[in-house]
Antibody, heavy 124, light 110 residues
Framework: QVQLVESGGGVVQPGGSLRLSCAAS????????MHWVRQAPGKGLEWVAF????????YYADSVKGRFTISRDNSKNTLYLQMNSLRAEDTAVYYC?????????????????WGQGTLVTVSS | QTVVTQEPSFSVSPGGTVTLTCGLS?????????PSWYQQTPGQAPRTLIY???TRSSGVPDRFSGSILGNKAALTITGAQADDESDYYC??????????FGGGTKLTVL
């Protein structure tokens, strides 16, 4: 079965950096694009970033563009989110999520499976 | 800046029917936005309910249905149950590799 396990969260000071990981199993990781989605405490969900199956294209929400970098290591079935210049408003649970395709490999543009999330707290 | 709108809260009686909507601050939602819906209870990861406007995700009961109603995407719950009390989020694909969540609807079953 599909499993997505995030790690790397913790407490970091404003202006600091952190790298999140998402270990994937139960599916052919190299064939699927992957997302990061976050949720600030008591707030709604916010899409953060997407990377295509082969890492050829990356997309970001305006709120993180230029500060966060999504990447993947297909040899390790692992997705990453490098977060730099962190701000208090980046405090959130960060989820990784898998995309899905139709039977004819047309993208369906939704979040198919989700991990359990990892908490990032930006505070001095 | 495109804003995806949802009702902040809604209530439904057990056994009743409720329709939650997902709109745009400017313009109409259509199938080309590939609307999808997610259910989330406190402390849990989101659960995928509906994708591509009206396709139920695996294991989702058929009392959950999706549609386009007027200029919005809609999630209808028929025969609401106590454990449907959750937060519900829609997402629209805006094109060019950008997704936008709505603010979520807190559904109370009472």
């Amino acid at each position: 079965q599909v499993q997505l396990v995030e790690s790397g969260g913790g407490v970091v000071q404003p202006g600091g950096s952190l790298r999140l990981s998402c270990a994937a199993s139960g599916f052919t990781f190299t064939s699927y694009g992957m997302h990061w989605v976050r949720q600030a405490p008591g707030k709604g969900l916010e899409w953060v970033a997407f990377i295509r199956y082969d890492g050829s294209n990356k997309y970001y929400a305006d709120s993180v563009k230029g500060r966060f970098t999504i990447s993947r290591d297909n040899s390790k079935n692992t997705l990453y989110l490098q977060m730099n210049s962190l701000r208090a408003e980046d405090t959130a649970v960060y989820y990784c999520a898998k995309e899905e395709y139709s039977n004819s490999w047309r993208p369906l543009y939704y979040f198919d499976y989700w991990g359990q999330g990892t908490l990032v707290t930006v505070s001095s | 800046q495109t804003v995806v709108t949802q009702e902040p809260s809604f209530s439904v009686s057990p056994g009743g029917t409720v329709t939650l909507t997902c709109g745009l601050s400017s313009g109409s939602v259509s199938t080309t936005y590939y609307p999808s819906w997610y259910q989330q209870t406190p402390g849990q990861a989101p659960r995928t309910l509906i994708y591509s406007t009206n396709t139920r995700s695996s294991g989702v009961p058929d009392r959950f249905s999706g549609s386009i109603l007027g200029n919005k995407a809609a999630l209808t719950i028929t025969g609401a149950q106590a454990d449907d009390e959750s937060d519900y989020y829609c997402v629209l694909y805006m094109g060019s590799g950008i997704w936008v969540f709505g603010g979520g609807t807190k559904l109370t079953v009472l």
